[in-house]
Each structure stands twice: as structure tokens, then as C-alpha cells.
């Protein structure tokens, strides 16, 4: 037996023919495809004896007597995990050192193992698994990338692209980049890589103007018109023009007034005739309170444009919301006799013919509007309306109806139709349309008187009672409709629900006298002696001089009811 501590010295391993000599400790690259042996093990136990090879992933002891790969040793799938092969020498039990073996592929081996995977999801697992073991592999990222466009994984190749661009932004990357974003519809991305594409080259009109345009559609407006104006200097004539047209526009909408007009002012210095800058100047004027400015821009405006009668329909606009009416008169009617059929125009002489209170100019012009659009709810609604004030009901109640079908929820219409039928003695419909405003929630008591009037002439006391019990439901303490509710109760013979009714009544109204006496009468039908007694009493306290109850009262006292109502 050695009696000394064991110790290994080095290790001899061929690799693929070729010898290495390890130290114990030391470590060895090496590839699954290698062919490797131990040719010769060096330490200080005399011949060897009791000197093995040990190693937890494989049989490490067969290498002393065979050449093998490394992938059939391991398998491919354990070979591709970047394993690290501890190789323990051991005396015995005892171990004596260690050499290592780093398992490591080379790029192509990932990228012949991916090519081998014929499922799309798996090659891209491959070619993630080798990305995050070689991380600056730029041809496995490239593949992987290709992948990702192959399987429209977007989000995934824009992050691959976003590494290319970091360390090398060249216009190619971020065009590849751009177009990616706007595949997958990231709008921060977009802007991103607009960005940096200007950064790129400063004179790039084409991104500066996409960059604008979304920065603009993004509400972004101060850091749009930024873009705009660095575009000016880039741009010939004809593209300034548009673009302080643009910036205008932008500007207003930003509430930049004054930067506004002088952007209109130098649009209309390179193009006079153009007859919208001025529109918008009078409009801008108007805004700072400078009149004289915006008349003169305004006059400008409709001299260009004195046959065009989209011009003159946007000046009669302008007038009508400063309320100009007489002025904007006649240019709509000059639209109109050129153009009958302009709904725009009728529309606004609409407008004008209501602002000036012309009932029978504004009727006419309804007519107009309903032969051209007949389901045109706010005409058919102001025509009925126009009818009901001069009491024309037949006709009202004719448009109202078109606009109740269109709008069967508007409470204001059901309510004048309601009015309508009522003055016409058309019950029926009345009584629909009353149903009608409560189940829209108006629940006026009005309503519910007229519903049972009608109900009680016509007799249709179930009807009446289903009413009433879901109103006096949704209003307790309306004394008024629980009355209703007892009414339709008495006449369908249910004395005990109307008996309930008339209490629930007398919490309200205590002092009732005539109504604890029909109480009482009832109490005293239906046998209920003892409570019918009490009501009786009830009424004597109210009205010591009604004979009735006091005859009624005493009557039941002497039958020997007192008693019990004592008990």
C-alpha cells in the first residue's frame, strides 16, 4: 500500500493526434467534434497501481485505453451545453489531482446544428441557446435575426437590430431597423430610429420629414414644428412654401398666435392667390382682437374666390359664428341657386334663419333638408316642434313620429307627442306614449293622473293596477298614486291588498277620517272584527260628531269585541 499522500503530475491527452500536457489543475479547450485519449498519466504512486480516472458525465477511465469524440462520449445535446469535464485521478479512493476539459463549439457547429433543426421553433431555440453562450458571435446573431423576420417574431429581430445599431449605426442597419418598427407598429421605435438617422446624416429631408409628420400625428407639436423649421433650410422654394403653411397650422394649433400669422404671412408672400392663408390670417387676427387686420385678410380672401362657392359657403361660416346673419344671408342663397342640393348650405341658411327667429324662412328650409336627408333627426325633431307651437298637431305629431322611431329614447319628443294626442283626444296613443315617458324614467304625477283617468273610463282596472303597483314601488310615500293603486284594488275585488294600500296610506295621511272609515267598513266585512273596531274608534277621535263610526264602533263593543281588543 502507498503510504505517501497521492499526487498527480501531469496528464498527456491527445487531441485529434495531437499531444498536450496538462499540470494538475490545469484546463483544456476542446471541441465535440475532437478525438481525445489519455496517452500517459504521470504521478507519484509507484507503476500506477491503483490509479484511475473518474468523472461524474462519462466514463473517463475508457479514454486511457481508446481514442474517442467528444460527442459520442457525451451525446450532441449535452456536447452543445458548454460543459466543463472535471477528470479526478484516483489513487483508490483518494484522489490525487485534476485536469480539466472545456467543452466549447465552435460558431459553425450552431449554426450546422440549426440548419439540422427542421422545426422553426426548435432553430430558434438553437440559435438563442448559442447567442447567450457566444454572445459576440455578430454570424449567429445575423441567423437568428434572419429567423426572426422568417417567423414574424418583430419585437424579437428589432432587438437584435438595436444591438447592430448601438455598435455600428450605419444607414443600412437602420433602415432594416425602421422598417421594422413600422411593421410592428411601435411608434417609439419609429421616432427612435428617425432620430438617429438624422443624427446620422443632418441634410436627410426624408427622415426629418417622417420624423415630423409622426411627431405631429402623436400630438407632439412643439417638437414637430422643431423638424418643420430645421427643414426649411433643406427645402427649395416650393417645399418652403408648404412647409410654412405647415408650420401655421401647427403653430395655431399650439396656440403660438403670433408665430401662427408670421409663418400665413410668409406662405402668402411666396404664393398671393391663394386664397385659405387668408381665411386663416382673418381667423388668427380675429383670435388677437385685431378687427382691422382681420377684415382686410377676410376681404382678400373672398375677392379670390367670388365665384367659388365653397368659398363662399366657408365666408358665410365665418360670419354666422360672429354672428353676422344679414351678411351671411345672401351668400348662401347665391350657393343655393347654383347648387340646390347643398346640404352644406341649407344647413347653414339654417342656421341663420334660426338665429333671426324667420319661423316660416326656417320651415321651408327643414322641407329642403328632409328631401335630402328624410331620417335627419334634429329637422324632423325642429319641424315637429315648429308645428306644435303654432298648433298645427296633426302635422307635428306626423314628424315627431319619424323622429321617435330614430331616437325612441328621447324623453322631449314622447313628452310633446304625449301633449299631442292628448289635445286630439287620441287616447290610445296617449296612453302609449305615456307608458313609454316612464319606462324613459320621467315619472311625472301628471302622467300617471291622465293614465288613470283613461284607464278608469275604459275600465281596464288590471291594467291600471299593474301601473300603479310598479309606481307606488319606485315612490313609496306619493300618497297620490298609492290612492290610484287602492282605487284599481277596490274595483278588482282584492280587499285584502287594498286593505294593506289604505294602512300604508294612513302612515302618511293619519288624519284621514274617511279613509280609516272605508277602512274600517272594510275591516268589518272581511270579519276583522277587532281592527275594525279600532279604525272606527279612529275616526270618532278625528270627528267626535260622526254618528256612523260612533253607531259602528258601539255596535261591535256591545258584540263583546272590546274585550278581545284588550287582550
Given at each position: 500500500m502507498h503510504t505517501v499522500e497521492p499526487m498527480l503530475y501531469s496528464m498527456v491527452v491527445s487531441v485529434n493526434d495531437q499531444p498536450h500536457s496538462l499540470l494538475s489543475g490545469e484546463k483544456l479547450t476542446i471541441h465535440p467534434k475532437d478525438r481525445i485519449r489519455v496517452v500517459k498519466i504521470s504521478t507519484n504512486v509507484p507503476f500506477n497501481i491503483g490509479i484511475r480516472l473518474y468523472c461524474q458525465m462519462f466514463d473517463a477511465q475508457s479514454l486511457v485505453y481508446d481514442e474517442y469524440r467528444v460527442v459520442d462520449l457525451l451525446s450532441e445535446q449535452v456536447a452543445f451545453t458548454n460543459p466543463t469535464l472535471n477528470i479526478k485521478v484516483k489513487y483508490y479512493e483518494q484522489e490525487a489531482g485534476q485536469v480539466v476539459f472545456l467543452v466549447r463549439p465552435f460558431v459553425g457547429d450552431w449554426l450546422e446544428k440549426a440548419s439540422r433543426t427542421i422545426d422553426r421553433k426548435k432553430r430558434i431555440a438553437v440559435l438563442q441557446e448559442a447567442l447567450r453562450k457566444m454572445p459576440g458571435s455578430e454570424e449567429i446573431r445575423s441567423r437568428l435575426l434572419e429567423e426572426y423576420l422568417k417567423a414574424g417574431q418583430l419585437k424579437k429581430a428589432a432587438q437584435l437590430l438595436e444591438h447592430l445599431a448601438t455598435k455600428a449605426p450605419t444607414r443600412e442597419v437602420l433602415d432594416q431597423?425602421?422598417?421594422?418598427?413600422?411593421?410592428?407598429?411601435?411608434?417609439?421605435?419609429?421616432?427612435?430610429?428617425l432620430q438617429r438617422l438624422i443624427e446620422l446624416d443632418?441634410?436627410?429631408?426624408?427622415?426629418?420629414?417622417?420624423?415630423a409628420e409622426l411627431l405631429e400625428k402623436k400630438g407632439k407639436l412643439t417638437k414637430a414644428i422643431a423638424q418643420y423649421k430645421a427643414l426649411l433650410n433643406l427645402a427649395s422654394a416650393e417645399e418652403r412654401f408648404d412647409l410654412y403653411v405647415q408650420l401655421g397650422y401647427l403653430s395655431a394649433k399650439a396656440g403660438k398666435t403670433k408665430q401662427a400669422i408670421d409663418y400665413y404671412?410668409?406662405?402668402?408672400?411666396?404664393?398671393?392667390?391663394?386664397?385659405?392663408?387668408?381665411?386663416?390670417?382673418?381667423?388668427l387676427y380675429e383670435k388677437l382682437g385685431n378687427k382691422k387686420k382681420a377684415d382686410y385678410y377676410l376681404e382678400k380672401a373672398v375677392r379670390l374666390k367670388s365665384s367659388d362657392l365653397d368659398g363662399r359657403i366657408k365666408l358665410a361660416q365665418h360670419w354666422i359664428d360672429e354672428g353676422k346673419y344679414k351678411k351671411a344671408r345672401p351668400?348662401?342663397?347665391?350657393?343655393?341657386?347654383?347648387r340646390p342640393k347643398s346640404l352644406k348650405?341649407?344647413?347653414?341658411?339654417?342656421?341663420?334663419?334660426?338665429?333671426?327667429?324667420?319661423?316660416?324662412?326656417?320651415?321651408?328650409?327643414?322641407?329642403?333638408?328632409?328631401?335630402?336627408?328624410?331620417?335627419?333627426?334634429?329637422?324632423?325633431?325642429?319641424?315637429?316642434?315648429?308645428?306644435?307651437?303654432?298648433?298645427?298637431?296633426?302635422?307635428?305629431?306626423?314628424?315627431?313620429?319619424?323622429?321617435?322611431?330614430?331616437?325612441?329614447?328621447?324623453?322631449?319628443?314622447h313628452a310633446l307627442l304625449f301633449d299631442i294626442y292628448k289635445q286630439r283626444n287620441q287616447?290610445?296613443?296617449?296612453?302609449?306614449?305615456?307608458?313609454?315617458?316612464?319606462?324613459?324614467?320621467?315619472?311625472?304625477?301628471?302622467?300617471?293622473?291622465?293614465?288613470?283617468?283613461?284607464?278608469?273610463?275604459?275600465?281596464?282596472?288590471?291594467?291600471l293596477e299593474g301601473i300603479m303597483k310598479t309606481a307606488v314601488k319606485r315612490e313609496p310615500r306619493?300618497?297620490?298614486?298609492?290612492?290610484?293603486?287602492?282605487?284599481?284594488?277596490?274595483?278588482?275585488?282584492?280587499?285584502?291588498?287594498?286593505?294593506?294600500?289604505?294602512?300604508?296610506?294612513?302612515?302618511l295621511e293619519p288624519k284621514n277620517g274617511e279613509l280609516?272609515?272605508?277602512?274600517?267598513?272594510?275591516?268589518?266585512?272581511?270579519?276583522?272584527?277587532?281592527?275594525?273596531?279600532?279604525?272606527?274608534?279612529?275616526?270618532v277621535e278625528l270627528d267626535p260628531n260622526n254618528d256612523q263610526a260612533a253607531d259602528a264602533y258601539l255596535k261591535l263593543r256591545l258584540r263583546g269585541f272590546e274585550e278581545k281588543s284588550t287582550q
Open positions: 431597423l425602421l422598417d421594422l418598427y413600422k411593421k410592428a407598429g411601435d411608434t417609439q421605435g419609429i421616432i427612435s430610429t443632418p441634410n436627410d429631408k426624408d427622415s426629418r420629414y417622417a420624423l404671412e410668409k406662405a402668402s408672400s411666396l404664393h398671393a392667390k391663394d386664397a385659405n392663408l387668408y381665411y386663416n390670417l382673418a381667423y351668400l348662401l342663397e347665391q350657393v343655393l341657386k347654383k348650405a341649407l344647413l347653414l341658411l339654417m342656421k341663420v334663419a334660426e338665429k333671426t327667429r324667420d319661423s316660416s324662412r326656417l320651415k321651408e328650409i327643414y322641407k329642403r333638408i328632409l328631401e335630402l336627408r328624410p331620417r335627419n333627426t334634429t329637422v324632423l325633431y325642429n319641424l315637429g316642434a315648429l308645428e306644435y307651437e303654432v298648433g298645427r298637431l296633426k302635422q307635428a305629431s306626423s314628424y315627431l313620429e319619424k323622429y321617435v322611431s330614430l331616437k325612441p329614447k328621447d324623453k322631449a319628443a287616447a290610445e296613443k296617449a296612453i302609449r306614449e305615456a307608458e313609454t315617458l316612464l319606462r324613459l324614467g320621467t315619472h311625472d304625477l301628471d302622467l300617471y293622473t291622465y293614465i288613470f283617468e283613461v284607464l278608469k273610463n275604459d275600465k281596464d282596472y288590471g291594467k306619493n300618497v297620490q298614486l298609492r290612492k290610484y293603486l287602492l282605487f284599481a284594488l277596490l274595483q278588482n275585488n282584492e280587499e285584502q291588498r287594498a286593505m294593506m294600500q289604505m294602512e300604508e296610506i294612513l302612515k280609516w272609515l272605508h277602512l274600517a267598513k272594510l275591516k268589518e266585512k272581511n270579519k276583522k272584527y277587532v281592527e275594525a273596531m279600532a279604525a272606527y274608534k279612529r275616526v
